[in-house]
């Protein structure tokens, strides 16, 4: 663990091992929930990652935005959308964030600025540059942080998106979660230059790569660059290096990843090694350790019983939302 810089309270790392527990178990259960066919359509899960989100998530205000991908589920939790709008939104359901038809890939939450997921493949990236352009127009003080992978350096308008924001001086938050795979490609077999970060040195954005399975790395590279962009100093570039421990989604049989590769990966997945950090420097005791994981365990479960109770949407509001023939909405 990078615990130099960052004051060890001891609340403060259990906030940290809290919400990574969180996100796990949130995508444990919403997995099995899946595979029972109460959620239905694509479910891409987070776990391995979660040390990106809750680093980053620590250097960001109510009042910042935050758009993601359609891997979002890490960041919804981390950014404090409550358990049972996400599930009922997972289900389909009427009570969900988006009264169910975002689904897993497009959660949208007002109320907490989360722009939303993004099935689109760097689709929000030109929408991040957008929530900061209008903050800077209205002279509000504020970071749009933009996660993405590392698929999305290959499409056009992550280079539009990253130099519009240097050339107007925007304060957005690129996050590249490179979890080493575009769905199936190895980025060695996709990218000619395999150092992410220099992608942003092109457009003269300030970039580092930080351990992504590493949570107080992340929040530590993550303050260094939201103190820079509230500084007025532009935007600014963080890779993290991560791993998925799941398939790329429910439907993938994942054989392009080798069994050992996965298994070498685990042992450094970012759940267990600050578990064991924490442990071993006598930062956790074990019945903290339970209390955190109980009430992960029993929040998981109400929203579940939440979605399992909620309201589908009735045949006759489908196009409630949709402009029919030139007709006012």
Request: charged share 25%; proline share 3%.
């Amino acid at each position: 663990m990078s615990a130099d810089k960052l004051k060890l309270d001891h609340t403060h790392l259990l906030h940290l091992l809290g919400e990574m527990l969180r996100i796990r178990i949130f995508e444990r259960r919403a997995a099995e929930m899946y595979q029972r066919e109460r959620i239905r359509g694509f479910l891409h899960l987070y776990d391995g990652e979660e040390a990106i989100a809750v680093g980053v998530m620590q250097n960001l205000t109510r009042e910042d935005a935050v758009v993601a991908t359609y891997r979002e589920h890490g960041q919804a939790i981390a950014r404090g959308i409550p358990m049972n709008r996400l599930m009922a939104e997972l289900y389909g359901r009427l009570e969900g964030c988006c009264r169910g038809r975002g689904g897993s890939m497009h959660v949208f939450d007002r109320e907490h600025r989360f722009i939303g997921g993004n099935a689109i493949v760097g689709g929000g990236l030109p929408l991040a540059v957008g929530t900061a352009l209008a903050d800077h127009l209205q002279g509000r003080p504020l970071v749009s942080a933009c996660f993405f992978g590392e698929g999305a350096v290959d499409e056009g308008e992550f280079h539009e998106s990253l130099n519009l924001a240097a050339l107007w001086h925007l304060p957005v938050l690129f996050v590249c979660e490179n979890n080493l795979y575009s769905m199936g490609t190895p980025v060695a077999e996709a990218e000619a230059v395999t150092d992410i970060r220099a992608r942003a040195a092109s457009y003269a954005i300030a970039a580092e790569s930080v351990d992504g399975m590493d949570v107080i790395a992340v929040e530590l590279a993550a303050r260094r660059a939201v103190a820079a962009i509230r500084a007025g100093e532009g935007p600014y570039f963080l890779e993290c290096r991560t791993y998925r421990l799941r398939a790329h989604s429910m439907f993938d049989a994942q054989l392009y990843r080798d069994k050992a590769e996965i298994e070498a990966w685990k042992k450094r997945e970012p759940l267990a090694c600050f578990e064991t950090w924490l442990a071993d420097s006598g930062l956790i005791f074990a019945d903290e350790l339970a209390r955190l994981e109980q009430a992960a365990e029993q929040e998981v479960a109400e929203a579940i019983a939440f979605a399992e109770a909620g309201t589908l949407e009735p045949v006759s509001e489908l196009t409630r939302f949709v402009s029919m023939r030139g007709e006012p909405r």
